[in-house]
C-alpha cells in the first residue's frame, strides 16, 4: 500500500516522476535474477539507475507469446539475440534492460541486459506525452547474453506476475495526476468566488467536483486492492491489475477532460500543468497495455473456470444446453 500511495504522489507532483521511487521494472530482476545479477544491479538501481523493459515488437505488444526476436548458442555458452523492439519508454536512460526473447530451445525467455551492450540500437521517436523519457525503437544486432543474466522462471508467467504487480503502481500514478487537476481546478473555483468574479457558482459545476471525487477515490481503492492481491500472490491478482488499470486509466482521463473545461481557455494554455498531465494520461491508455486489451483479459477471466491443478478449462456449456442433455439422456 505503501508504494501505491507513493506513486500517488509521484503522479500528483508529475507523472514524469513514476520512476523515481521503488525498483519499477527491476523488480524482475530484484525476485528473478541470479545471485550475481543481483549484485550488479540492485545497488545501482536503489542509487537511481533505471531499468527499462523490451517486450513489444513492430506485429503487436499485446501477443508477446508470437515473440520473434531470438537467441542463437553460442560455442562459449552465451546467446546472441538479435531483433527489434518497439514503442519502449527510458530508451536512452536505462541503464538495464529487461528483455524478452525466445531461447534457441524456442522457449520465451527474459534477461537482464546492460544497455551499453554492443549491438544496441536506439531510434528515438518523440512521443505527444509522457515524455519525460525518451521512447521509440530498440533494435538488437547479435546482442550478447551471458548465462547468469537470464532470469529464472517461464517468459510468459514473469511477464504475467509482474504486470500483476506494476499495473495498480502505473493507476494509482496516473489518478494521482488527476488528482492534482482537480485540486488546480477546486481552487480556481474558490478563488474567483472569493474575489467576487463569480457570484455563485453553477450547479453543473459542483456535480462535475462531486462525482469526480468520487470517482478517482474510489479507483484509488481499486488500485490498493489490485496491489495487495499482487502482493500476496492472489489468483485473481491478474485480473485484478488489468481491470483497475484500464479503469483506472480511463477514469483519469475522462475526470481531467470534464475538469479542464471549468478551467475556461486557461486550461488550454500549453505551458499549463493541466493540458501537460492531459497528454501524459492519453499516454496511458496505451503504455502497459491498451485499455481495451485489459478489459478483455478481465473478461476472459470471468468466463473460464479453473480445475484443481490451477490449470483453465474449458468454459461449461450454456444451463439451457446442460437441461436439454439431462432431459434427452
Not at 500528483?12 to 523515481?20: A, F, G, K, P, V
Not at 540500437?121 to 505527444?128: E, H, L, S
Request: charged content about 20%; overall charge neutral; aromatic content about 6%.
Amino acid at each position: 500500500m505503501f508504494q501505491v500511495l507513493t506513486q500517488f504522489m509521484c503522479g500528483y507532483c508529475d507523472i514524469d516522476l513514476r520512476d523515481t521511487t521503488g525498483l519499477g521494472h527491476g523488480r524482475l530482476i530484484a525476485r528473478h535474477g541470479s545471485p550475481q545479477t543481483k549484485r550488479r544491479w540492485i545497488p545501482r538501481l536503489l542509487a537511481g539507475d533505471l531499468a527499462g523493459i523490451a517486450v513489444t515488437e513492430p506485429h503487436g505488444g499485446s501477443r508477446p507469446a508470437e515473440t520473434r526476436t531470438c537467441a542463437v548458442a553460442g560455442s562459449d555458452g552465451t546467446w546472441t539475440v538479435t531483433g527489434r523492439k518497439t514503442w519502449i519508454s527510458r530508451l536512452t536512460e536505462a541503464a538495464v534492460f529487461v528483455l524478452f526473447f525466445r531461447a534457441p530451445d524456442g522457449q520465451l525467455v527474459a534477461a537482464a541486459v546492460d544497455a551499453s551492450e554492443p549491438g544496441m540500437v536506439r531510434q528515438p521517436i518523440p512521443p505527444t506525452g509522457l515524455a519525460g523519457w525518451t521512447w521509440g525503437v530498440l533494435d538488437l544486432d547479435a546482442v550478447k547474453v551471458q548465462p547468469e543474466e537470464v532470469l529464472h522462471g517461464q517468459g510468459m508467467g514473469l511477464l504475467r506476475e509482474h504486470f500483476a504487480e506494476y499495473r495498480p503502481l502505473v493507476t494509482a500514478t496516473a489518478l494521482g495526476g488527476a488528482a492534482a487537476v482537480f485540486d488546480t481546478v477546486t481552487a480556481r473555483l474558490s478563488e474567483r468566488k472569493t474575489t467576487g468574479d463569480v457570484h455563485r457558482l453553477r450547479d453543473s459545476a459542483l456535480i462535475t467536483l462531486g462525482r469526480t471525487h468520487v470517482q478517482l477515490a474510489t479507483a484509488l481503492l481499486g488500485a490498493v486492492m489490485a496491489s495487495q492481491l499482487a502482493e500476496g500472490g492472489h489468483a485473481d491478482a491478474e485480473l485484478w491489475g488489468a481491470a483497475t488499470k484500464a479503469h483506472g486509466i480511463d477514469t483519469a482521463n475522462s475526470a481531467t477532460a470534464e475538469l479542464a473545461l471549468l478551467l475556461g481557455a486557461s486550461g488550454f494554455r500549453a505551458d499549463c500543468q493541466t493540458a501537460k498531465t492531459r497528454r501524459d494520461l492519453s499516454g496511458l491508455l496505451f503504455a502497459d497495455g491498451i485499455h481495451d486489451s485489459l478489459y478483455r483479459t478481465a473478461g476472459k477471466q470471468h468466463t473460464a473456470t479453473k480445475d484443481t491443478a490451477g490449470g483453465i478449462t474449458a468454459v461449461p456449456a450454456p444451463r439451457d444446453q446442460l437441461n436439454s442433455v439431462a432431459l434427452t439422456g
